[in-house]
C-alpha cells in the first residue's frame, strides 16, 4: 500500500505566489510625502442654556394658563406628542420604555392647588434630571358628572410647559385613564 503525502510545499507556495504578486503590483508605488500642515482637533463646548436661566428669574409663580385647551373628549384615551418628534417616542412611552422615576398624585385638589403642585412636581423632576414622570389625576368617579375634573386642565397645562416632550393615558396597571405618563428632555449637568 502506498502512501501518498500531501505536499506542505503547496500550501507554502500558495502563499508565496499571493505575497509575489502583491509586490508585484505595489512596486510603482511611493509613500505620501508629508505635510506641513498641523491639524488640531476641535475642542467642543456644550451650549450654555441661557434662556433656561432667564425664564427662572423673569417667569412669574404660575406660567400655566388656563386659557390654552387641547380637543379631546373626556372619555377619549389622549395623548400629545411636541412638533418634530418621532411618532416612535409616543409609542415607546405607551409601552413603557421609559421607566417612571416619580410620581404626583392630584386626588382632592383643587384646580388652583392641582396647577401649583403640578408646576413645582415638574420644576423638581426637570432638575433632578427624570425623563418619565406619572401624574394621577383620578377618573372623575367622585364627581357630580362622573366626568374627570382635573385631566383636560392637565393635559392643557402640560402642553404650555417647553421641558414636557411626550404625555399620554398611563397603562391600565400604572393607573390608566385615571393617570398621565409624561416624557421630559433629557438635560445634561455641566
Not at 475642542?43 to 450654555?48: A, F, Q, R
Not at 406660567?63 to 377619549?76: E, R
Not at 413603557?96 to 415638574?122: M, N, P
Amino acid at each position: 500500500m502506498k502512501r501518498r503525502d500531501k505536499k506542505p510545499e503547496t500550501v507554502a507556495t500558495k502563499e508565496d505566489d499571493e505575497m509575489s504578486l502583491f509586490r508585484d503590483s505595489m512596486q510603482d508605488v511611493k509613500p505620501l510625502t508629508l505635510s506641513d500642515k498641523v491639524v488640531h482637533a476641535r475642542k467642543y463646548t456644550p451650549p450654555v442654556p441661557h434662556h433656561i436661566q432667564q425664564d427662572e428669574q423673569s417667569a412669574p409663580e404660575d406660567p400655566l394658563s388656563d386659557h390654552i385647551s387641547l380637543d379631546i373628549a373626556a372619555g377619549d384615551e389622549w395623548s400629545f406628542l411636541r412638533p418634530g418628534l418621532s411618532r416612535q417616542t409616543l409609542r415607546r412611552l405607551r409601552r413603557g420604555y421609559w421607566r417612571i422615576q416619580a410620581h404626583l398624585d392630584l386626588h382632592g385638589f383643587t384646580r388652583d392647588e392641582a396647577r401649583s403642585e403640578l408646576t413645582a412636581f415638574l420644576d423638581a423632576s426637570s432638575k433632578n434630571n427624570f425623563r418619565c414622570v406619572r401624574v394621577i389625576h383620578g377618573r372623575g368617579l367622585g364627581s357630580k358628572n362622573r366626568e374627570p375634573v382635573l385631566k383636560i386642565s392637565i393635559g392643557n397645562w402640560l402642553v404650555q410647559r417647553n421641558d414636557v416632550l411626550a404625555f399620554c393615558q398611563a397603562r391600565p396597571e400604572d393607573g390608566g385613564s385615571g393617570a398621565v405618563l409624561v416624557l421630559l428632555k433629557a438635560f445634561t449637568k455641566q
